[in-house]
Every structure is written in C-alpha cells, then in structure tokens.
C-alpha cells in the first residue's frame, strides 16, 4: 500500500446518499444461555458506539453491603397465612429452588428483603442448595414458628419459573411438584394480618437493571445464522465483537421487533464504519482511498462441498478487493489479506431477489421488514458474488438489503475511481500463431499490435464493440462494427487468463458510460483530477 508522505492526499468523501444517521434505542429481549438452555429476560440498550445488555439485580439502596446479591431474611410465621410466598424448582430436576411467588402484604412481601427469582440458599442454617422441592417445602414447613432463610438472586432466571402459576391440586395427591407453586403447602389458604414494617435502620432492597455486558460496535458484526450450519434463526440474532466476543443469541417476539434492532445496530456499525474509513484516509494518498469496508457470510461454492459458510471482512480500496479473515487493524495488517484482487479484472454480481407484484411489499422487502419465501433460503436471499479470473468466483451473504445496495453502490464507484486511474491496460495474446499486445484504453477504446514490430494492427473506439463470444477457456471473438463501411468485423484473440480481460473490459465500458451521466459524476464526489477526463 502507498503511505502519503508529505503530500496532502484528496479525501473520498462518502456520497450523502450512503450515509445513516446512528440510532439510540431500549428494550427487552430474551437472551438465550447455551449453557443452561434457558432463556431469560435482559434490557438493551443500544447507542453510537456500543450496545449494553441489562440483567436484573437486587442491590441494596441504602446501607453499605459488601453482600449485596446474598440475604438472610428473618420470617416470623403468622397463625393464618403461613411465610407468605411460593417456590419452584429442586435437585431433582437440576434446577435451584426459586421463590415464584410473593404474596401482598403478607410476611415475606413485608420484609422488602425478598424477590420473585431469589435462589434458596439455606433455611435456618440448612443448605439446601442440592434438595429436592420436597425436601425443601418440609423444610420451610417444619421450621416453627420463626424461619431464617438465604437467599441469592438469579441474574439468569430459570425458563420453568415462565410458567402458569398454580398447585399442585387433587390429581397430585397433595404431593408438592418443581413445575408448581409450592405455596398452598406452606402459607395455607387463608390472609394473615399484615405484620410491623422493618425498621428504617434495616437494609433497604430493589430489583434494578444493571449493565452485564457492553458490546463495542466498531467492526462488529452481526449474524442470524445458526452456529455450525447454513440455517438462520427466526426472530434472533448475534452480535459479535471485533475481539469475537459474542452477546449470545437475541430473540425477539415478532420478525418485525427483531428486524428493528438488526437494522438499528447495523445501521450504528456502518456509522461508525464510515467514521474508520474517514479517519483512516486522511492518512492515505488519493490513490490508496478507502471506499468501503465491513462484513460478510461468504457462502460455499457449489452442492458436493462439506465447507460451512464462513464470516469474512472485505475491503475496496485503491486498486485493490481485500478478503480477511478479520478486519486489519494497523498498516501491516494490510498485507496480510487471504486473497486480493485488482478492481478492474473483477466483476460484481447480486442475486436475482425474489419481487412482489405489491410495491409497497417490495419496499417492505428492501427494508428488510418482510421476508419473502425464497429469502428463507439462506442460499438465496442478499447475495452477491465477486468473479474473478479462471472461472473462479467468491459468494457473499449480507444482512440487510440497506447493506447490498450499499456493496452495489461502493463497487460500482472503486471499480469508476480505478479505471480513471489507471487509465489503459494492456495484455499479451496472440493470433494465428502471433504474439500479440491487447490494450484497453479509456480514451481511445481498444487497440491491438504486434509485438514485435510494434505496429499497430487495428484500432476501434468502445462503442463500435457490437457483441463477443468466447469457449469459456482461452479464446474470444470481438465484432466490432467499421465505421466507414457499418460491416461488422470479427477479431479473433486467445489468452492465458480470459476471464480476467473480459472483466476488464467490462469494468472499462461501465467507467466509460458513467463518466458521461451526470447524476452518477455528482454523486460520486469525484476529486478533481479523476473528473477531468
């Protein structure tokens, strides 16, 4: 890569077109543990650079506690209306014992000490981390009359606490379950008056939501995919961290809720993409711009491969497509790309996208706020490829629609900015025997000639190039019409690497035809020097 040095180098500024404004949101999702196989309640908050994940805690709000999370609550049994509370869970079932239930104005509701998801710990100084629910319920039961139990709030709360609330009832014999509340067992059926407040010197406790993990969202990305395998998930997603570090599966209620936070954090991710990019080419010759950059699945070529998709961070910039295995972080990190091609011997591809006849479901599709039955397909839905020379091609699998057309958008201006400075490009091919020299010029159009001797054999401008056919391996045939005589005249070459010419070629007549539309010049923010053509 070329480093300017004391030359100030001329800035690519991003066209208005492509740039979004950042997003600050907040709400609850469901975050899912692999682990424990639980799902549980967390808050997000997303803002510019980073998105927090809440989970909820009972911290003490007005003593000092070196034990904040860790209680030991004092229960004085009331004649009518037991403890007050109900549990769920047990060793049977390896799930802790968790109070389900608080009863209003009944004795443990008025501790203040005490909350719906607080794991029983001991029960008058009894462990019964490792009990059953029966165990426990004959526990609390056979106490007396003043009860001390500890307790520890679950950050994580289990799925089994989600369920109805109930009893056991008649069909259980009057056995107590873990999936039911155990609280006809141990409070009885009746209301107990309402015991003293505690004292005001006592502890004060609340469930507040307290930040778990914060998620940096510079060159972060996300993902709907399951892990391991070509399925993406419905309603859920990931978001992983530059270092890898991933907030585990979010899940939402409805497609529309979970596409609303995937373009919000994607929407910040290209924000501060864009910034990077800024910030890092005024450190870069006008040469050696950066236009675009980010993340996407690159998806295996053809049926018979075992190879899954893999996540890569690509790169436009100068005269060069960059594909990494992580984005590059310093200027060395430039040169330790998997693979590199040159710009003008690439072409750009995206999938034909499944359309409905409604316009209005049509936008819905390219917001990404519907999805249409072949996007299920993961194979199918927001692709694009990159062909390269040899046949060979790279398909790549982005989130959103927003993020294609942004692809499209920043391919079509690298490829225009890396003809206007190139400018020509010539390749060795021959004919009938004779080496020959094929130059590509995007001033005159195509020329050929000898090697040897130099002279030129024949010269046509780009737009008397009227067709072209080639055997998909080393020759090609180019009809090119004459201009004195409108007789189409065939020119015959072979060379070592068609495919590449052939993209060159097309990179240099799509250059050509945007240099002559005005919108696209305005556009482009196009430094002065590349304009002048």
């Not at 014999?173 to 107990?192: E, I």
């Not at 060395?332 to 316009?359: I, N, P, R, S």
Request: net charge neutral; aromatic share 8%; charged share 20%.
């Amino acid at each position: 890569m070329h480093v300017a040095g004391k030359q100030q180098a001329e800035l690519i500024e991003r066209p208005a077109s492509l740039l979004l404004p950042t997003s600050t949101k907040s709400g609850i999702a469901l975050l899912y543990n692999v682990e424990s196989s639980n799902t549980y309640d967390v808050c997000l908050k997303l803002s510019k650079d980073a998105l927090t994940i809440q989970k909820l805690d009972v911290v003490c709000t007005s003593a000092t506690d070196s034990q904040v999370n860790h209680r030991t609550v004092v229960l004085r049994r009331q004649a009518t209306g037991g403890l007050g509370l109900s549990i769920k869970g047990g060793a049977e079932h390896n799930v802790p014992v968790v109070i389900s239930k608080i009863f209003k104005d009944q004795v443990a509701d008025q501790t203040g000490k005490l909350f719906v998801g607080d794991a029983v710990l001991q029960v008058n100084g009894i462990n019964v981390e490792h009990c059953t629910h029966k165990e426990v319920v004959h526990l609390l039961r056979t106490a007396g009359d003043e009860v001390t139990i500890s307790v520890r709030y679950l950050r994580e709360v289990p799925s089994f606490l989600k369920l109805p609330l109930g009893s056991p009832g008649p069909d259980h014999g009057g056995v107590s379950s873990p999936l039911f509340d155990s609280g006809f067992h141990l409070n009885g059926t009746n209301t107990a008056p309402s015991p003293p407040s505690p004292s005001a010197n006592e502890p004060k406790y609340e469930k507040r939501w307290l930040d778990a993990v914060c998620m940096p969202l510079l060159m972060a990305r996300v993902s709907r995919f399951k892990a391991g395998t070509d399925k993406l998930r419905s309603n859920c997603f990931e978001v992983f961290a530059l270092n890898g570090a991933s907030t585990s599966v979010l899940q939402f209620c409805t497609a529309a809720e979970s596409t609303d936070w995937l373009q919000a954090i994607s929407t910040n991710i290209n924000g501060l993409t864009q910034e990077n990019i800024k910030f890092l080419n005024k450190s870069c010759s006008s040469e050696d711009q950066i236009i675009h950059m980010g993340w996407a699945c690159e998806t295996p070529e053809g049926s018979t491969t075992c190879r899954s998709s893999v996540f890569r961070f690509l790169a436009l910039r100068g005269p060069y497509f960059y594909i990494f295995k992580s984005p590059p972080i310093g200027a060395t990190d430039w040169g330790q790309a998997e693979t590199t091609y040159h710009l003008y011997e690439v072409l750009f591809k995206v999938h034909k996208l499944w359309m409905a006849e409604d316009c209005w479901l049509q936008a819905r599709l390219y917001l990404g706020l519907e999805h249409s039955p072949e996007q299920q397909d993961s194979s199918e839905s927001l692709c694009f490829s990159i062909l390269v020379g040899h046949g060979q091609s790279h398909t790549f699998q982005v989130e959103l629609a927003t993020d294609l057309a942004l692809w499209e958008k920043s391919f079509q201006r690298a490829v225009y900015l890396e003809v206007q400075r190139v400018r020509s490009k010539s390749y060795m091919c021959s004919s009938q025997g004779t080496v020959l020299s094929f130059t590509i010029d995007f001033g005159s159009g195509f020329t050929c000639s000898d090697v040897a001797s130099k002279a030129v054999l024949w010269r046509y401008k780009f737009s008397q190039l009227k067709g072209s056919s080639d055997d998909g391996k080393t020759r090609v045939k180019l009809l090119f019409k004459n201009a004195e005589s409108n007789q189409i005249e065939m020119k015959e070459l072979e060379f070592a690497n068609l495919t590449a010419v052939l993209h060159c070629i097309h990179s240099f007549i799509a250059a050509k035809v945007a240099s002559m539309d005005p919108r696209f010049m305005c556009s482009q923010s196009v430094p002065g020097h590349y304009a002048n053509t």
